[in-house]
């Protein structure tokens, strides 16, 4: 037995070959086929739980303590201002990287046949980190996270029927206090943890199920170049690593140059104005201001929802995956579809805040028709003209549409989340952000 095969077996008992296949497509380890998105957010998840649970040895989860326990941690411990801002900063790229990885794994159409149960698998992980980030953003305890929180409760308060309850049982009780800091730190340390493990794990198994990422198609030189395949070790191992070390690199950098922000402690008493809600769920504050509160807290997010998850189950002319945006009319589309949005959204903004005002689109009517009904019915028959007209102007099949509209209301929530973060100053008004 030569050298090599000997190798070869110890490497096929080994658990990393139950992980990882020993050959994989060449033509799928691109770097630029994936951009190493997943396994970013998988460095990211490390990051997290490492320093994480640095920070659980000195964290007092009441509202005397918890702002002092971070000060101290911060500045009495070895590297604490450091670790912290590791975790801030980890924390803040995951969700970004997340939905980038997203992105990436429906323009290239790898959520189809075998791959659709790790779509769904994919936004159960999404949900997490969403949970995740929200549940650890009221810890520290100052005047942005109390705030932050307490915007986002009153906006789930809004939601008819279910949401005053469910508010007061996130608080643990009517308002923010000692139930709402404890609730929200079993839910971060050990709950979404856990969950999010247990998700993940399934997630690369399915990969693995599915003989790894989808492959592109083409075009290629030869039949030979197109299926050929090169062992994992050195090829794509090398290639992790470097994203892993870069992307740890990048964090470290940040959380020194810039530390992760601890304001005032929290006092209930003064309001900071304006009131923001964690940065990522800014789009559906900006959703508020233009919409009543049942379409902007519960019908557009839960149709936004379902959308996500039908995206597998919608018939398509045929399951064409492994090319970014499917095909080159595809990228054409996807790009016409991005520009629109970045002119019809700000547009709408605009003309939503003067000219229309708060009254409404039909003065004189109920709010739900005015600000709710009304304005809802006009984005979707604006949304099913640019569909049809995209798929006619372009002879485009439906995956090639689908895949439109989504890029179109992607961008849209970007755009309403930059407005929310940056275009709007004191009571919530429109302003240039070099104004505030
Ligand atoms: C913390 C979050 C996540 C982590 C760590 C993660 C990790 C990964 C990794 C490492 C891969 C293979 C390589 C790559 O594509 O970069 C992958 C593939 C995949 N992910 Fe995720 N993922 C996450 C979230 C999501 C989400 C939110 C979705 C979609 C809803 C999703 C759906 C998929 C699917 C369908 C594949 C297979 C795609 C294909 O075959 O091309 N993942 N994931």
């Not at 670790?83 to 959520?111: K, Q, Y």
């Not at 689109?361 to 995209?390: D, E, K």
Request: aromatic share 12%; glycine share 8%.
């Amino acid at each position: 037995m030569t050298e090599n095969n000997t190798n070869n077996q110890r490497f096929r008992r080994s658990l990393i070959w139950h992980l990882r296949p020993t050959h994989v497509p060449e033509r799928a380890i691109r770097f630029t086929h994936t951009f190493g998105l997943g396994g970013m957010a998988l460095v990211l998840v490390f990051l997290l739980v490492f320093t994480g649970i640095l920070m659980v040895f000195s964290y007092e989860p009441s509202p005397e303590r918890a702002w002092q326990s971070i000060a101290a941690f911060q500045e009495d411990v070895l590297f604490g201002s450091l670790i912290r801002g590791v975790h801030f900063w980890s924390a803040n790229l995951l969700l970004p990287v997340t939905l980038l990885h997203l992105l990436r794994v429906f323009l290239t159409g790898g959520f189809h046949g075998r791959r659709c149960s790790n779509w769904l698998l994919g936004l159960g992980v999404l949900a997490c980190v969403l949970l995740s980030g929200f549940t650890g953003y009221l810890l520290p305890w100052d005047q942005t996270a109390y705030w932050a929180i307490t915007i986002c409760t009153e906006m789930l308060g809004l939601v008819p029927g279910v949401g005053p309850g469910l508010r007061s049982a996130i608080l643990g009780g009517s308002e923010i206090g000692s139930a709402t800091i404890i609730n929200f730190y079993a839910l971060h340390v050990v709950l979404t943890p856990m969950l999010l493990f247990a998700l993940l794990s399934w997630h690369f198994w399915q990969i693995r199920k599915a003989g790894g990422v989808v492959s592109p198609t083409g075009p290629f030189d030869n039949v030979r170049e197109a299926h050929r395949t090169v062992p994992l070790v050195p090829n794509l191992v090398i290639k992790e690593v470097v994203v892993a070390l870069v992307l740890i690199a990048l964090v470290l950098v940040l959380a020194i140059i810039f530390a992760a922000p601890l304001g005032e402690p929290a006092n209930p008493g003064i309001s900071p104005n304006p009131a923001k809600a964690p940065w990522y769920f800014l789009g559906f504050q900006e959703l508020l201001i233009h919409f009543d509160a049942t379409f902007a807290i519960l019908v557009i997010p839960l149709l936004a929802a379902a959308a996500l998850i039908a995206i597998p189950f919608i018939r398509y002319e045929g399951e064409i995956s492994g090319n970014w945006f499917l095909t080159p009319k595809g990228r054409r589309m996807a790009q016409a579809a991005a520009v629109a949005a970045l002119v019809v959204v700000p547009l709408w903004i605009v003309v939503d805040d003067r000219i229309i005002g708060p009254d409404g689109w039909l003065p004189g009517t109920a709010r739900l028709v005015s600000n709710g009904l009304l304005p809802f019915a006009l984005m979707l028959i604006g949304a099913s003209a640019f569909y049809l007209a995209l798929r006619k102007s372009f002879n485009a099949s439906r995956n090639e549409a689908v895949q439109s509209l989504f890029v179109l209301f992607f961008v849209a929530f970007v755009v309403l989340t930059v407005a929310g973060a940056w275009f709007r100053g004191p009571g919530m008004m429109l302003v240039w952000p070099w104004q505030m």
